[in-house]
């Protein structure tokens, strides 16, 4: 949120632009709290669960997933405890899946962090409020100038995992 803040702050047109629309889960306590501090309420839209809808026949998965496709960058935020320095998150793949620019924001993860950049991603560290702002920025301009990143058509195979995990084994 202070990354928005500080971008409208500079750029007050992006305020006009920029929407986050959060599906799946209810928001937390602190991102609501955080959303009537900076009054952002026009800014991110929290949608929940979707379910099926009874005009389209969509399932709420179908749904997300043709919004995802539509998005102009979808968000990857990692988390922040510990144990996210040793795994990749599911939604990464499904994430590559869309093709469609990828904004992650990673713990301590490296090898996350490599896959993305490799991938042609925009990247911030967890809890690096200049990189978050940094990224935001630089997110914004691109689009503007209508050049956000290209992602590379790149998503993991089962043959190209094994040989990873294999790898990773040997050393």
């Known amino acids: 949120m202070v990354a928005l803040d500080l971008l409208f702050k500079k750029y007050p ?11 799946g889960a209810p ?8 959303v009537k501090q900076f009054n952002f309420q026009d800014v991110l839209l929290a949608h929940g ?7 389209t026949g969509k399932s709420g998965r179908e749904q997300v997933v043709s919004k995802m496709q539509a998005a102009d960058v979808l968000i990857l935020l990692h988390g922040n405890d510990e144990w996210c320095a040793e795994y990749i998150p599911s939604k990464f793949y499904e994430y590559l899946w869309m093709g469609r620019p990828i904004w992650g924001i990673t713990h301590r993860n490296p090898q996350l962090d490599r896959m993305l950049l490799d ?4 990247l911030s560290a967890d809890g690096d409020n ?3 702002a940094m990224a ?8 503007r100038r209508q050049s956000l990143i290209k992602p590379a058509w790149n998503p993991i195979g089962v ?13």
């Open 159 to 171: 043959d190209q995992a094994v040989n990873t995990i294999l790898a990773n084994v040997k050393q």
């Open 13 to 23: 047109e992006a305020r006009d632009s920029i929407r986050i629309h959060a599906y």
């Open 49 to 55: 669960r979707l379910e099926k809808d009874p005009e």
């Open 130 to 132: 200049q990189s978050i």
């Open 119 to 122: 991938r042609g991603s925009y």
């Open 136 to 143: 935001l920025e630089r997110i914004w301009l691109d689009w």
């Open 27 to 34: 928001l937390d306590a602190l991102t609501v709290a955080a």
